[in-house]
């Protein structure tokens, strides 16, 4: 999560790769991968993972993520709500 939140979104995504890989369950290891993916434009990529993040947590959406994860900083909560729209997150 602060990888994406400080734009590294690069190294977020490699690192959420791993998490995901390591436990697949954890469905908050998803958010930050395809929040980077989303920045990325790796659109193809994120598809799977969303996919995936909505069979464990139906009822996520970029709206959800909001109210779910107050971040201190409004730019911080837009730029990641930014990314999970530009992956494919539903809004709400």
């Given at each position: 999560?602060?990888?994406?939140?400080?734009?590294?979104y690069e190294e977020a995504a490699s690192i959420g790769r791993r998490?995901?890989?390591?436990?697949?369950?954890?469905?908050n290891g998803y958010k930050p991968l395809i929040?980077?993916?989303g920045h990325l434009g790796w659109i193809e990529e994120a598809a799977?993972?969303?996919?995936?993040?909505?069979d464990i947590e139906p009822n996520f959406t970029v709206q959800l993520f909001a109210?779910?994860?107050p971040l201190k900083k409004e730019f911080?909560?837009?730029?990641?709500?930014?990314?999970?729209?530009?992956?494919?997150v539903p809004e709400g």
């Open positions: 999560m602060a990888h994406v939140i400080k734009g590294d998490v995901v890989m390591a436990n697949p369950e954890f469905v929040a980077a993916l799977p993972y969303v996919k995936k993040l909505l109210t779910a994860y911080d909560r837009q730029r990641y709500m930014d990314g999970l729209r530009l992956a494919g």
